[in-house]
């Protein structure tokens, strides 16, 4: 099982290499590789730290030190998505309900408003 915080059907979809730290980007980097060479394996979407904030120097004792910006990231992909927290879902299903719900919209700018990374994810459709 997986625990992804919902924001983060996002960052894992325009990940390029870079993040908070070595840490954080090799865990993305095996994280996604689970992910993608298991596409049936199932998700639960989380509220707080998940698998990805495990490695990250934000996370502190499991509190985000980013404030309240990941919750709103997660609600709002939640509700675009018409998903809930606590839902388990395949990853395929998930990356595909994202993709059709928020990417193919062109809504990635509102659920990621003020994300300090949204450059590099809106590259990949210029
Ligand atoms: S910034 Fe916060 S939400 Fe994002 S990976 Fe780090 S701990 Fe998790």
Redesign the pocket.
């Known amino acids: 099982m997986i625990y992804l915080?919902p924001h983060h059907g996002l960052c894992i979809q325009h990940f390029v290499g870079e993040g908070?730290s070595q840490d954080f980007v090799d865990n993305m980097k095996s994280t996604i590789q689970v992910l993608e060479n298991t596409p049936n394996i199932e998700i639960t979407l989380v509220p707080a730290?998940d698998n990805?904030?495990s490695s990250?120097p934000?996370?502190n004792q499991g509190i985000?030190l980013?404030g309240q910006k990941?919750e709103d990231y997660d609600k709002s992909c939640l509700s675009l998505c018409n998903l809930n927290f606590g839902d388990v879902i395949q990853w395929k299903e998930f990356k595909q309900i994202v993709q059709k719900n928020i990417l193919t919209q062109d809504k990635l700018s509102i659920v990621c408003k003020g994300c300090e990374w949204i450059s590099i994810c809106q590259g990949f459709y210029e």
């Open positions: 915080r908070y730290s990805i904030c990250c934000n996370n985000c980013s990941p």
